[in-house]
């Protein structure tokens, strides 16, 4: 399967705290997004980061992707409770240009 | 501007039934996409819709179906309900088709089936 697949599962952290989440795949990709649900909600689009490069930031995200590894991380600094959501890695590559979402990881920032 | 928008929110049907779910895409969007969101399978790409034609699709049976108009707004339809087919159904829309489009999310239709 495509499907990226994200670690952890679940993650609890205090407010203050950084949070870190992995997306590992097993295709070639074009590029690799990164959006965020909350409870009940749509996703919304964080960040893309393309196959060519390794590191983006936006504001308190910061994204690496290591192709070789077909890995990719997303850390976000200085969480704060609002912060609390899944967040989902989707990859897009191959002819199809479709993205394939991963499993998501649920973070739970304490206040 | 106005976001994604998904009627209705809620919707409950038996099996056996048909089911219409709409969305209505950013205006000058003229993609939309659809995924099926269920605890077990996660989000799982339905189709893709670009100036009325159907550009990509996945792995689903043929009782899924959608239709994009030519405003862009796009419908879905299940044909003879399953109770596996409970979900939430998220519609989202970009400028164009191609992957580095960022998709845009309505906040979905929840479909019970009983």
């Known amino acids: 399967s495509q499907q990226g697949e994200e670690d952890p599962q679940a993650l609890s952290i205090q407010e203050g705290e ?36 390794r590191e983006k930031h936006s504001g308190r995200l910061r994204v690496t992707l290591d192709t070789s590894k077909k890995s990719s991380s997303l850390l976000i600094t200085a969480s704060r409770a609002a912060d609390t959501a899944s967040y989902f890695c989707a990859i897009e590559g191959g002819a199809t240009n479709k993205l394939i979402f991963g499993t998501g990881t649920l973070l739970a920032v304490q206040p | 501007k106005a976001g994604v928008t998904q009627t209705p929110r809620y919707l409950i049907k038996t099996r056996g039934q048909q089911v219409t779910l709409s969305c209505s895409p950013i205006s000058g969007h003229r993609s939309v996409s ?39 707004r796009s419908e879905m339809n299940v044909s003879t309900l ?32 009983l």
């Open chain 1, 18 to 53: 950084n949070a870190t989440m992995n997306c590992s795949y097993k295709t070639s990709i074009n590029n690799l997004q990164w959006y965020r649900q909350n409870s009940g909600r749509g996703l919304v689009h964080l960040i893309l980061i393309r196959s060519n490069e």
């Open chain 2, 34 to 72: 659809w995924y099926q969101q269920t605890p077990g399978q996660g989000l799982q790409f339905l189709f893709e819709y670009f100036s009325e034609t159907q550009r990509n699709k996945g792995n689903f049976p043929g009782r899924f179906s959608g239709r994009q108009f030519s405003n862009s």
């Open chain 2, 82 to 113: 399953e109770l596996g087919d409970s979900a939430l159904y998220l519609c989202a829309s970009s400028l164009g088709t191609g992957g580095e489009q960022p998709q845009h999310f309505g906040d979905g239709t929840r479909l019970s089936i």
